[in-house]
């Protein structure tokens, strides 16, 4: 089961420890106002974006901050900062720092394997039930068969 990371650490799930409260205004993208997803950093004036907000605002050509036609570069910086974050699972309540976050997902949290599990159940109970009204529907077209071969 593929799990996204945002289903289980938003930006919500950051501890907000020492690190993240003397950091925080460094990690925030001024077009979306929230914590950088990917930063992409303008060549000419250095200011960074979140990937996914600088190509909805000009499909990486045009920098936001001085509409000069310019160049995005993966911004190193941004990530390293980033990386240092703390998570809190939402689902199974571990602490992780962000680059642990795929091996969790990858490793599936106690609650992931417990949501497989419920899944697995349900999905067992919904073949039963439609195995029943089969079942069912045979028994009646037998009853009718059974009917039409006594006259």
Known sequence: M????????????????S??????????CPLCNKIFKEPYMCTDCMS?????CIQNYSDLKKCP??????????????????????YKCKNCL?????TDIKAHLEENCIHCEKEEKEKTI??????????IKLSS???????????????
């Open 2 to 17: 593929k799990i996204e990371k945002d289903e289980y650490f938003s930006d919500d799930c950051i501890i907000e420890d």
């Open 48 to 52: 960074v974006y979140c990937k996914k």
């Open 122 to 131: 349900a999905e067992t109970l919904q073949t039963k039930k439609q195995m």
């Open 19 to 28: 690190l993240f409260i003397s950091i925080k205004d460094l990690l925030i």
């Open 94 to 98: 571990k602490v992780i720092i962000q």
């Open 65 to 86: 901050n001085d509409g000069k036609e310019s160049k995005f570069v993966n911004c190193i910086s941004k990530n390293d900062l980033l990386s240092k974050l703390k």
């Open 137 to 151: 529907k045979e028994m009646e077209n037998k009853k009718i068969d059974n009917s039409f071969s006594s006259k």
